[in-house]
């Protein structure tokens, strides 16, 4: 009759320390990288957003440079007074920040895969084997700014831009902690030639 063989005090301590040597190697190897990771995905997910956000808002609002300025000119041709639509401008600015964070809260969460030699050198196993999933949820909140920039474009023409700031702070939540990322970018939502002298004061001003 085979005997049982039992798993002694001894044995089982040495079973279970290397194992936990494993797991806080583990963590240690993660956390020198998570933060990385985190604003690498949270950038990565944001561009992504705002791309597809401003791109749907314009498309939606069918945004035209002649419904946002309007240009009083005198007798001569030249350019006297200006008007925003700053009604308008805020709206598209309001549409465009509520499609972002609309993106960016349907991803949910966001999953990165990395290599499981993390856990220990990357430079003996050269990042081969299996991956390991990190997921992160996201949550954004954008705000949206503008600003007309004007640069010399020939003989008495002006090239006009209604440029769009645009930040997005991700809030991304993970292993407990909430981490925010923030990401900036401009965007052209309107462009023209502006034919007849521009006075350089004016364009200081409105700038």
């Known amino acids: 009759m085979k005997r049982k063989r039992k798993i002694t005090p001894i044995v089982a301590v040495l079973l279970i320390v290397p194992i936990g040597v494993l797991f806080i190697m583990a963590e240690i190897r993660i956390s020198n990288v998570r933060k990385e990771l985190i604003s690498y995905a949270a950038r990565n997910a944001a561009s992504a957003a705002t791309t597809a956000g401003v791109e749907n808002s314009l498309d939606t609002d069918k945004v035209r440079y002649a419904d946002l300025i309007k240009f009083g000119r005198d007798q001569s041709g030249n350019i006297v007074s200006v008007k ?6 805020n709206k598209i600015g309001n549409n465009i920040g509520d499609e972002i964070d609309k993106h960016i809260n349907q991803m949910k ?5 990395i290599p499981f030699s993390v ?5 003996l196993i050269n990042g081969r084997g299996p991956k390991m999933p990190l997921v992160f949820v996201m949550t954004g909140i954008t705000t949206t700014d503008f600003e007309n920039e004007f640069t010399a474009a020939g003989v008495n023409q002006t090239h ?11 809030y991304v939540i993970h292993s407990g902690n909430v981490t925010v990322v923030p990401y900036k970018t401009n965007v052209c939502i309107a462009e023209s030639i502006v034919v007849g002298i521009t006075p350089q004061t004016f364009a200081e001003i409105i700038r």
Do not use: G, P
């Open 84 to 89: 925003t639509d700053a009604y308008y401008l």
């Open 109 to 113: 969460s966001y999953i990165i895969k």
């Open 160 to 170: 006009h831009r209604i440029m769009m700031s645009i930040t997005v702070n991700t």
């Open 119 to 123: 856990l220990f050198s990357e430079q």
